[in-house]
T-cell receptor, first 111, second 115 residues
């Protein structure tokens, strides 16, 4: 079983739709969680950290469910510019060597 | 704005050559990382450094070494390049927060081809 698993997609949704991705992790001791976005042929960029209480940044909402060991990302009112690959990142321990990246979920927004 | 720069965007080397990839960050971050990214495999950690002259192996250190002589600069060295090291190499840096939360900032990447 992979340590961090994501549905690779692609998710193909119309502009204005709401879309949600989940990411599961295997280590229950994992300490911190993030979503990054990566545009084609570009570097990953931090989208948001994921806190236990959930957090929202504009159209984006991230949630953590420790009991079921998954994090989620919800995008409301999707824009064409949201088309990208979304990477789930989990820090399993106190060392930075324990940062695990998911393989990413590809999202394509159509007009 | 955090800036992480990498010495080359594209590099073509021959099998057996020694290859140096350089990364520089301007935000006084303690931590620096080298990853490679391959289709279907995601980002895999090669090495990271938590201070000058300090390093720790990641998941795939074989065939690579690193050097961190100054806080802002982290170099990845391929001692003898092989074709299976053809990949996208990404450098990142981060602060070390008290909550062990590493928000990483990435450079633009170096696409290395070994022929």
């Amino acid at each position: 079983r992979k340590e961090v698993e994501q549905d690779p997609g692609p998710f193909n949704v119309p502009e204005g739709a709401t879309v949600a991705f989940n990411c599961t992790y295997s280590n229950s001791a994992s300490q911190s969680f993030f979503w990054y976005r990566q545009d084609c042929r570009k570097e990953p960029k931090l989208l948001m950290s994921v806190y236990s209480s959930g957090n929202e940044d504009g159209r984006f909402t991230a949630q953590l469910n420790r009991a079921s060991q998954y994090i989620s990302l919800l995008i409301r009112d999707s824009k064409l510019s949201d088309s990208a690959t979304y990477l789930c990142v989990v820090n399993e321990g106190s060392s930075a060597s324990k940062i695990i990246f998911g393989s990413g979920t590809r999202l394509s927004i159509r007009p | 704005d955090v800036k992480v720069t990498q010495s080359s965007r594209y590099l073509v080397k021959r099998t057996g050559e020694k290859v140096f990839l350089e990364c520089v960050q301007d935000m006084d971050h303690e931590n620096m990382f080298w990853y490679r990214q391959d289709p279907g495999l995601g980002l895999r950690l090669i090495y990271f450094s938590y201070d000058v002259k300090m390093k720790e192996k990641g998941d795939i250190p074989e065939g690579y070494s690193v050097s961190r002589e100054k806080k802002e600069r982290f170099s990845l060295i391929l001692e003898s390049a092989s074709t299976n090291q053809t990949s996208m190499y990404l450098c990142a840096s981060s602060f070390h927060t008290s909550g062990n939360s590493y928000e990483q900032y990435f450079g633009p990447g170096t696409r290395l081809t070994v022929t």
